[in-house]
Nanobody, 121 residues
Framework: QVLLVESGGGLVQAGGSLSLSCATS????????MVWFRQAPGQEREFVGG????????YYAESVKGRITISRDNAKNTMYMQMNRLKREDAAVYYC??????????????WGQGTQVTVSS
């Protein structure tokens, strides 16, 4: 069982920045790809970005490319996402997931509880 805990969400003005973290339990963190998804009210959960097991490869959705950076610290069992130039449409609950790398949320068994990101105009 892998436990995931997101943190760092909050209220930010459009154009501002926010940093999210996803801390995990267990000693197998470096065997999992880690991914961020988000879900806005009434919408499906969508892929935001992800990072491979070693941290050598990252992937981003087109909607956030150039504005976010995903990283991980395998010694701390934690993944990070730095979000810059936030837009109103970035507002959502952000979830982290662990497993093989897929952009489809249905492929993941291990999820955090989510952290809310609100972007004001």
């Amino acid at each position: 069982q892998v436990l995931l805990v997101e943190s760092g969400g909050g209220l930010v003005q459009a154009g501002g920045s926010l940093s999210l973290s996803c801390a995990t339990s267990g000693r197998t963190f470096n065997t999992y790809a880690m991914v961020w998804f988000r879900q806005a009210p009434g919408q499906e959960r969508e892929f935001v970005g992800g990072i491979r097991e070693s941290g050598g490869l990252t992937y981003y959705a087109e909607s956030v490319k150039g504005r976010i950076t995903i990283s991980r610290d395998n010694a701390k069992n934690t993944m990070y996402m730095q979000m810059n130039r936030l837009k109103r449409e970035d507002a959502a609950v952000y979830y982290c997931a662990a497993g093989y790398f897929y952009r489809d949320p249905s492929a993941y068994q291990h999820w955090g509880q989510g952290t809310q990101v609100t972007v004001s105009s």
